[in-house]
């Protein structure tokens, strides 16, 4: 079974980077697309940014497009989410998601496995 584990998360000024990690064990994420959404309480889950299986084709909601990158690293068996230019909009629990049916599910807000989110607080 898929177990994914969120870190990274920090306060950073605005303007600042921040890389994600998302950590899988269990078994190997070859076989699932996995997909970055952010939360805040008492508001919807906004999906950030997807990876398919193969790490071939990636996607990111409009908002985030150039300033987040998605990358998979398959020795570590790690999804990451590099962001940069933060603004304090960006504030949010961030959380990645896995599933075997693809990006297009995630997109669907669709997944079978989730970590527990990792808080990246922009401010000055």
């Known amino acids: 079974q898929l177990q994914l584990v969120e870190s990274g998360g920090e306060l950073v000024q605005p303007g600042g980077s921040l890389r994600l990690s998302c950590a899988a064990s269990?078994?190997?994420?070859?076989?699932?697309?996995i997909g970055w959404f952010r939360q805040a309480p008492g508001k919807e889950r906004e999906w950030v940014s997807c990876i398919s299986s193969s790490g071939g084709s990636t996607y990111y909601a409009d908002s985030r497009q150039g300033r987040f990158t998605i990358s998979k690293d398959r020795a570590q068996n790690t999804v990451y989410l590099q962001m940069n230019s933060l603004k304090p909009e960006d504030t949010d629990v961030y959380s990645c998601?896995?599933?075997?049916?693809?990006?297009?599910?995630?997109?669907?807000?669709?997944?079978?496995?989730w970590g527990q989110g990792t808080q990246v607080t922009v401010s000055s």
């Open positions: 269990g078994v190997t994420l070859d076989d699932y697309a």
């Open positions: 998601e896995g599933i075997e049916a693809g990006c297009g599910a995630i997109l669907e807000n669709r997944y079978d496995y």
